[in-house]
Each structure stands twice: as C-alpha cells, then as structure tokens.
C-alpha cells in the first residue's frame, strides 16, 4: 500500500512506479483510494470512475481545493523510477505524480488544517478534453468542485503560476486554379496567396498584458502549412493552420474576433478547429492571496493552457504549482528535482495548517 505519512520523495517513486498511461489509471486509483481510507481521518472519499476524490468538513471559513491527475503520456523506457544525483527519474516524474505525492501527503499530515481540504486526484488529462475526468466529475459530482481557492499540481518549477493562457486554433485556407506546372500562367497558385497570410503573421507584434501582477505575452504562429498534389502541378488548394495563444482578459470569442481582423482583406477563409478560454489569476481573492504570500510573493504568469481554466470558468481562483519542470514533461528523461519536493511541501504545509 502506498504510505501517505512517508518521504514525499519516496511516495513520487511509488507514485510513478505505478504505470497509468491515459484510459489505464484504475490500478492507481485503488491504490491512492486505499491509502487514502486508511491513512486519513476525518474525509468524505469517494470514487469516480478512476478518479479519487476526498474532503473534510471542519466548517472552516474557507476551502482550498488540490488537484491533480493520475495518468501521464505513454512510457519511453522510462519505468521504473530512478534517484540518482538528486533527481528522481521516471515518466511522470515532473508531470505530475511529485505534485500529487505533495497534495496526498499533506492531505495525510497536516494536523489541524486552517482550510477545508478538497483533494481530487483525477484520470485521463493528457488526452483529448472530452475524456478528461474533471468534466466527468463536474457533471456527476459538482458539490465536490466548490472552493474559494484551486491549486493544480502541475509542474511549475516550484514557482506559483497564476491563470492560464487561452488557446484558438484556425485553419486559414486559399484556392486556386491547377494547371501543368510547365504551363503555371494557366492555373492559379493557392500557396503563393498564403504568402499574404505569412506576410502578416511575420510582421505581427503580439500584445503583452498585466492582470493581477502577471504578465501574459501572447502569440499569434503558424503551425502547419498544407498544399500540393504533385511536383509538376500547380495547386488548387492550401491551408495553413494558426494557432492563438491569448491572454486571459479576452474570451474565445473576442480571440477569433481579432484573428478575423488580422487577415481582414485577403483573399482566404477562415475556419475555427479547436478553442479553449484561459482563466484569470484571481490573485486579489483572500485565499489566493495569503497563498501568494506563503510562497514569499513570488508569482507569475502561466504560458499555456491547463485546467486551472475549468475552476475559472466555475468562479474558483486557480494556480498552477507543483515541484516539476515543466521544460522536462513529456520527455524521455523526464526527471523532477527531490529538493524541489521537499521545497513545495514545506511552502504548502503552513498554508494549509502546519
């Protein structure tokens, strides 16, 4: 059985040993389940799916919610775990088995918690959004989402990472005439008339945004470009597929909004693939505040998308904080500093109650 009161350390390595590719967490959810109905006192556990949820009622003044998921990217030759010169390696290292090690040990012993605790350790985060088991939960268990605060264990090199950015994907698309390639002033080039399109994105100057102390700098890139049936054809079709990162004081709508503006006269259509919201950094409420000042003042913007947005869109502030280097994610020496774990532990314990 897991042992929640252990090193931290030592939990990350038996966290990470437990092999839970997405859509394959059920093992680990038992096992965090047991360790969980065993090793605290005074939860409400329940179990969903392979999700594990857990909570006091203290009647406290206010809720702090730690969340986490259970599954990581398939494994690279990288299991078992391995210490070696202060860093425990191992896929899932970083993102994110030493952040929910930090959450379940603390939700183990810290003593007398100044906050109602909420843990979530959740399933399927690094697939696609509809499997993500914190939609499943807030549509069957949505009383478990309330908090005044959520903190996300994801990897954040020990720095808490307020908000998140929003993400848009479009693929912008140009038609032509095709001809032989011997004969172009026949036909009608669709990829030459994304030059225009790459002309704009090339002299582009994204917008950086303060919100709360946090600077969110925002990108406008292309990502893929797609066209051509032959070497000796001209094309009578290209694509080319944008991707927005934005700041969190615009919605996703007001995102393809100003999209549609950027390539306002050119002679393209524009179809929206994919969009996401960012979240707000919420830093000014209390709770997020007196955790902002358990970690000295130091803060700063989040660069990509995480679920911090889903607490956002449920009125919670949400940070992103865990001990893992979010450089190191999803790498084939994905490793996270055992300093770092000690460190993240030490700047949650007196928030939460010492």
């Known amino acids: 059985m897991l042992d929640l009161h252990a090193d931290p350390i030592e939990l990350t390595a038996a966290l990470v040993d437990i092999r839970s590719e997405s859509r394959d967490e059920a093992r680990i959810a038992d096992e965090v389940e047991a360790a969980l109905r065993a090793q605290t006192s005074g939860f409400e556990i329940v179990r969903n799916g392979n999700a594990v949820l857990a909570r006091t009622h203290l009647n406290r003044s206010s ?128 990829i030459h008339k994304l030059g225009a399109v790459l002309d704009r994105l090339a002299a582009y100057r994204a917008r950086a945004v303060d919100i709360d102390g946090c600077e969110y700098r925002e990108g406008l890139s292309a990502v893929r470009v797609d066209g051509g049936v032959a070497g000796n054809v001209i094309p009578d079709a290209a694509s080319v597929t ?62 990509g998308w995480t679920d911090v947005s889903r607490f956002a869109a449920l009125g919670i502030p949400a940070v992103n904080f865990g001990p893992g280097d979010p450089n190191l994610a999803h790498t084939r020496g994905e490793r996270v500093s055992v300093a770092a774990i000690t460190a993240a532990v030490a700047m949650l314990r007196p928030y939460l109650g010492g």
């Not at 730690?66 to 690279?76: E, F, R, Y």
């Not at 179809?271 to 970690?295: C, F, H, N, R, Y």
């Open 63 to 190: 809720r702090v919610m730690l969340a986490g998921h259970l599954d990581t990217v398939p494994v690279a030759d990288n299991l078992p775990s391995r210490l070696a010169d202060g860093e425990l390696h191992g896929c899932g290292t970083a993102d994110m088995k030493s952040g929910d090690a930090v959450f379940l040990h603390l939700a183990a012993t810290v003593a007398e918690p100044v906050h109602d605790l909420t843990v979530v350790m959740y399933d399927c985060e690094e697939i696609e959004s509809a499997a993500n088991g914190l939609g499943r939960i807030e549509r069957e268990l949505p009383d478990w989402l309330s908090a005044d605060v959520a903190i996300l264990g994801e990897p954040t090199g020990g720095y808490i990472e307020a908000g998140c950015q929003g993400t848009l994907r479009v693929v912008i698309s140009a038609t032509g005439t095709r001809a032989h390639s011997a004969r172009s002033w026949l036909g009608d080039n669709a």
């Open 242 to 303: 944008v991707n927005y990162r934005f700041a969190p004081d615009r919605s996703p709508d007001a995102a393809l909004q100003h999209v549609h503006e950027v390539f306002d006269g050119l002679d393209v259509r524009i179809e929206q693939t994919d969009s996401a919201a960012g979240a707000l950094p919420g830093l000014s409420q209390p709770a997020a505040k007196a955790l902002v000042e358990a970690a000295g003042g130091q803060f700063r913007a989040k660069y």
